[in-house]
Structures are given as structure tokens and as C-alpha cells.
């Protein structure tokens, strides 16, 4: 019998506001068998909180399209963000005022095997938090 193979991943996200022009930007890493890869990308957004949710479903909808249906049903995902409110949103299914971003975060974890979701410190979010914040600066350039 050929035994099923898990994938494994390490999924970070940060997000970052300008309250100037009401723009948002996510830094994302993925990281599988040693390998790094990085994303940006900015978006409308209206506060911080709605940045950090952006970047999480920018995550997770960045790690679906890199993987078939088929290795996304044997992904292992260990999520990191130094959102508290994203993590503890995502672990209850429930956030007052962001309940459709909940939502839809869930509908992208259940396409993965197994999410776990942790907060980490901002300081140990650096990589995610810096590719953010250049993605905001890219913005303020144009």
C-alpha cells in the first residue's frame, strides 16, 4: 500500500494601515521543505484590524492557488499572526464587527487538512510585518 503523504507549511501574515488615504497592505511567507516564498499586497482598507484580517485571507488564498485540490486535501498548516484578534477570531468562528471575514478565512482553512492558527509577538513577525510595510510604501510612492 502506498502510504499518504502530508505536505507541511508555516503561513505568516501581517497587516499594516495608513489612516492618511485609507490604504492597507498584507505581507505574506509560506514556507515549506526549507523553502521561502514571499507576497505583498495592498488593498482598500479601514483600519488595522480590517488590514490584518486582508492579509490573512490574502494568505491562505495565495497558499490555495499555489496548490491542486489534491495536496491541499493532505496540507498541514501552521498559520502565525501577531493579530490577537484575527487568531482568537478565527479559534472562536466569531468577531463582532468582522464577521464576514471570519467567515471567509474559515471557508479557506477547511480546504487544507489540518490549520492550526497561532498568535505570535510582533516581534517575531518581522519577515510578514516588513513585506507589509513595504507594499504600503509602494502605495505612498505612486
Known amino acids: 500500500m502506498i502510504g499518504v503523504f502530508n505536505m507541511y507549511f ?4 501581517d497587516g499594516a494601515y495608513q489612516p492618511r488615504n485609507q490604504q492597507g497592505a498584507g ?3 509560506i514556507v515549506s521543505q526549507h523553502q521561502q516564498k514571499q507576497l505583498k499586497t495592498s488593498f482598500i ?6 488590514a490584518e484580517f486582508q492579509a490573512c485571507i490574502f494568505a491562505f488564498t495565495s497558499l490555495k492557488q499555489k496548490l491542486t485540490t489534491s495536496e491541499r486535501s493532505s496540507a498541514i ?4 499572526t501577531d493579530s490577537r484578534l484575527v487568531a482568537e477570531s478565527i479559534t472562536k468562528h466569531y468577531a463582532k464587527h468582522y464577521q464576514p471575514q471570519v467567515d471567509q478565512i474559515i471557508a479557506l482553512q477547511t480546504e487544507f487538512k489540518l490549520v492550526f492558527n497561532n498568535w505570535l509577538p510582533d516581534s517575531h513577525n518581522h519577515g510578514a510585518h516588513e513585506l507589509a510595510q513595504q507594499a504600503l510604501h509602494q502605495v505612498d510612492q505612486r
Request: charged share 5%.
Open 10 to 13: 508555516k503561513l505568516y501574515s
Open 27 to 29: 505581507g505574506v511567507i
Open 45 to 50: 482598507a479601514t483600519s488595522n484590524h480590517t
Open 77 to 80: 498548516v501552521t498559520y502565525y
